[in-house]
C-alpha cells in the first residue's frame, strides 16, 4: 500500500494543514500540506482560473510536490491542493 486516506472535518478555505507521518519503526517522517488558491476572482471564466492555479502551483516552494488537487466546494472562491514535501537524502 503506498496510499491512506485520512479524513479532516470542517477543513476550510485559506486554511494549511501540515501533518507528520511516521512509518513503522522509520526515522523518516513525510510532511503533507494542503493550501488554498484563489479560484472565483470575480466571475473570472473556467480557462482564466485554470491558468491562475496552474501558475501558482508552478510558482509554489518546489521543496514540496503536488500530490492532488481538490473539487471546490459549490460557490467557494478557493480551490485546495495537497503537496508533499520532497525527501532529502
Known amino acids: 500500500m503506498s496510499d491512506l486516506c485520512i479524513p479532516v472535518k470542517d477543513f476550510g478555505d ?5 501533518m507528520e507521518i511516521k512509518v513503522g ?13 484563489k479560484w472565483d476572482d470575480n466571475g ?10 496552474k501558475n501558482a502551483i508552478e510558482s ?3 521543496n514540496w510536490e503536488l500530490v ?17 514535501q520532497r525527501l532529502v537524502n
Do not use: C, D, T
Open 60 to 62: 509554489y516552494n518546489k
Open 14 to 18: 485559506q486554511e494549511i494543514a501540515e
Open 68 to 84: 492532488q488537487i481538490y473539487n471546490p466546494r459549490p460557490g467557494s472562491k478557493y480551490i485546495q491542493a495537497m503537496f508533499k
Open 44 to 53: 473570472s471564466s473556467h480557462e482564466k482560473r485554470i491558468e491562475n492555479l
Open 25 to 37: 519503526n522509520k526515522l523518516s517522517k513525510i510532511n503533507f500540506r494542503v493550501e488554498s488558491f
